[in-house]
C-alpha cells in the first residue's frame, strides 16, 4: 500500500515538474517580453526547484520503500 501511494506521489510531482515547465515558457514569452517586471522570472525559478526537489526526496523514499520490501 506504501509503494503503491509513493508511486502516485511520485507521478504526482512529476506531473507537476511538466506544469511548471510550461509555466517558465508561457511567462518568458508573454511576460519578460511582455514587459512584465525582472523580479517574476525568480517565481518561476523558485517553483522549479521546490518540484525538484520534492520529485528528488519522493523518488528516494519510494527506492528506500521498495528495497526494504
Do not use: C, H
Not at 508511486?7 to 506531473?15: D, Q, R, S
Not at 514587459?35 to 517565481?43: F, I
Not at 522549479?48 to 519522493?58: A, D, G, S
Amino acid at each position: 500500500m506504501g509503494i503503491g501511494f509513493s508511486l502516485f506521489v511520485v507521478i504526482v510531482a512529476a506531473l507537476n515538474l511538466v506544469l511548471d515547465f510550461d509555466i517558465e515558457v508561457k511567462e518568458w514569452r508573454y511576460g519578460v517580453q511582455g514587459g512584465a517586471p525582472k523580479y517574476m522570472e525568480w517565481y518561476g525559478a523558485f517553483g522549479l526547484m521546490v518540484t525538484l526537489i520534492w520529485l528528488y526526496l519522493e523518488i528516494l523514499r519510494l527506492l528506500g520503500k521498495a528495497r526494504r520490501r
